[in-house]
T-cell receptor, first 113, second 114 residues
Framework: GDSVTQMEGPVTLSEEAFLTINCTYT??????LFWYVQYPGEGLQLLLK?????DKGSNKGFEATYRKETTSFHLEKGSVQVSDSAVYFC????????????FGAGTTVTVRA | DTAVSQTPKYLVTQMGNDKSIKCEQN?????MYWYKQDSKKFLKIMFS???????INETVPNRFSPKSPDKAHLNLHINSLELGDSAVYFC?????????????FGPGTRLTVT
């Protein structure tokens, strides 16, 4: 079945540091890939997505590239802010699974001033 | 103009009780979902409805019963609550049948069973 593996947290960074969160997946079909973010006490929001190989999703300074050859979708941001403190989830959806979202375990990121 | 709303936001109840959580979306989507997030933040889908028809029913105890009176609403009823049901429950909605359609999540309902 489909699954997503994310690097474990928690991750603690200083402001303006570089952030990378690794994400790899296994899927029976050709999935779409997503990064969702959950700020404290809130629901999940879509951060970015990519629907085919070599697509790059980007939003709010975050980027991730769909790498089919390595089955990866790593999230990066060049300079984090305190407001980026949140839990980040990598996810995939696949037609073979009725497009339900399969999530990674989530990575808690804390950015210190 | 909240996109996906859930009520209540917090629910504290005792073991053995029956409770319901309501979800409404005003995005015109035809598919709605329930997810459970445990204390370690792990998210797992429970149910999915498309045009009021159940299309995904993961391995969930039959004490949990979703009901979709129309495309804009998906409620979750839980019978005989147990301690292990304590979690945050998220409703979500999306368009159906296409690659890359994102899901929009509600703010969550924190259920605490004592």
């Amino acid at each position: 079945g489909d699954s997503v593996t994310q690097m474990e947290g928690p991750v603690t960074l200083s402001e303006e540091a570089f952030l990378t969160i690794n994400c790899t997946y296994t899927a029976t079909g050709y999935p779409s890939l997503f990064w969702y973010v959950q700020y404290p006490g809130e629901g999940l929001q879509l951060l970015l997505k990519a629907t085919k190989a070599d697509d790059k999703g980007s939003n709010k300074g975050f980027e991730a590239t769909y790498r089919k050859e390595t089955t990866s979708f790593h999230l990066e941001k060049g300079s984090v802010q305190v407001s980026d403190s949140a839990v980040y989830f990598c996810a995939l959806s696949d037609r073979s699974n009725d497009y339900k979202l399969s999530f990674g375990a989530g990575t808690t990121v804390t950015v210190r001033a | 103009d909240t996109a996906v709303s859930q009520t209540p936001k917090y629910l504290v109840t005792q073991m053995g009780n029956d409770k319901s959580i309501k979800c409404e979306q005003n995005l015109g989507h035809d598919t709605m979902y329930w997810y459970k997030q445990d204390s370690k933040k792990f998210l797992k889908i429970m149910f999915s409805y498309n045009n009021k028809e159940l299309i995904i029913n993961e391995t969930v105890p039959n004490r949990f019963s979703p009901k979709s009176p129309d495309k804009a609403h998906l409620n979750l009823h839980i019978n005989s609550l147990e301690l292990g049901d304590s979690a945050v429950y998220f409703c979500a909605s999306s368009h159906s049948g296409g690659r890359g359609y994102e899901q929009y999540f509600g703010p969550g309902t924190r259920l605490t069973v004592t």
